[in-house]
């Protein structure tokens, strides 16, 4: 007899996955705040469910482990010593 289930996804709330990494890799540098903000700045994407934020382990630990490199912002350059107009930044 053939099944038609699909696998479903491991989500989990940023408190469960952190326990979890943890058990995995008591060494990880992974903090709890550092999740709480990958989620809040969109990096890692969450299902909401009522109030919770439920983060799918297979798709962030394949993010943890292949990391993209991060392109820096340029900030615009203000000249020292010279003077601006004023409402000029």
Do not use: C
């Not at 700045?41 to 292949?66: A, C, D």
Request: aromatic share 6%; proline share 8%; no cysteine.
């Amino acid at each position: 007899m053939e099944s038609n289930i699909t696998k479903l996804p491991q989500m989990r709330t940023r408190h469960e996955f952190y326990r979890l990494l943890k058990e995995t890799d008591p060494h990880t540098a992974v903090t709890p705040h550092m999740i709480y903000q990958k989620i809040r700045s969109g990096e890692w994407p969450t299902v909401t469910v009522g109030k919770k934020n439920l983060l799918n382990v297979e798709q962030v630990m394949t993010m943890l482990s292949n990391p993209q490199p991060k392109t820096m912002k340029q900030e615009a350059v203000i000249p020292f010593g010279k003077i601006r107009r004023q409402g000029e930044k």
